[in-house]
């Protein structure tokens, strides 16, 4: 999250920058606190729709979407498990998160 690498005041800045009545879209894969703040200090009238269950221990994701872990102690083991794992799922819709945009161009 943006907000935890130190960008509030970044982020806040641009939303003092924008017309008056903008239409504003903001995501997040998880709810904290820091951007429930954030949303409630920019956009008083938001809409919030939530996509997954909430619990007690949590939002619960889509339980039609499968999550597989798989850890590899080489960094040069990546590459080829990750072509390994979309060969073998070449019908299927895949996303891949990357930490570094870097990483997804050599992708």
């Not at 879209?25 to 809409?47: G, N, R």
């Not at 794992?85 to 945009?101: D, M």
Request: charged content about 25%; proline content about 3%.
């Amino acid at each position: 999250c943006l907000l935890d690498l130190g960008f509030e005041h970044q982020v806040r800045h641009i939303f003092q920058q924008l017309a008056d009545h903008p239409q504003i879209l903001c995501f997040s894969a998880t709810w904290p606190k820091k951007v429930q703040t954030l949303t409630e200090d920019m956009m008083p009238k938001a809409v919030h729709i939530r996509v997954g269950a909430e619990s007690h221990e949590g939002i619960t994701g889509n339980q039609d979407v499968r999550q597989h872990v798989r850890l590899l102690r080489r960094e040069e083991d990546r590459f080829k498990e990750l072509c390994k794992i979309l060969r073998s799922h070449q019908a299927e819709a895949s996303i891949i998160f990357c930490g570094l945009k870097k990483t997804a161009a050599a992708l």
